[in-house]
């Protein structure tokens, strides 16, 4: 279960990676329909990186891991929030990890 878990965090990670790619015009992102700013951009990778950091230290039972994790939810809501009709499933795996991170504490 741990290693799913840590899995679905790097996946929905690299997902934000793709609202970096548009605001960057590093790569066409069809999904994203809305314009996305390049502040906005830096804070969509800034999300991949938290999410990917909150895995790795997940795997290696390190104890921050929580914080850094509700950080990229937070983040990842707030971007779903701004881009709603474009990201809104992205609601559903921040609420388990959401749920899974307040289990953790």
């Known amino acids: 279960m741990k290693t799913a878990f840590i899995i679905f965090m790097v996946l929905h990670g690299l997902i934000h990676l793709l609202g970096f790619l548009k605001a960057f015009e590093l790569a066409e992102v069809k999904e994203l329909k809305m314009p996305i700013t390049k ?5 969509w ?38 881009d709603w ?14 749920i899974v991170l307040f289990l953790s504490i």
Do not use: E, H, M
């Open 85 to 98: 009709q474009d990201a809104k499933y992205g609601s559903i795996p921040n609420l388990i990890f959401g």
């Open 45 to 82: 990778l800034i999300t991949t990186l938290l999410f990917i950091l909150t895995a790795t230290l997940y795997t290696f039972n390190s104890g921050i891991y929580v914080g850094l994790g509700v950080c990229g939810v937070t983040l990842s809501q707030a971007l779903i929030w701004r």
């Open 39 to 43: 502040a906005s951009g830096v804070i």
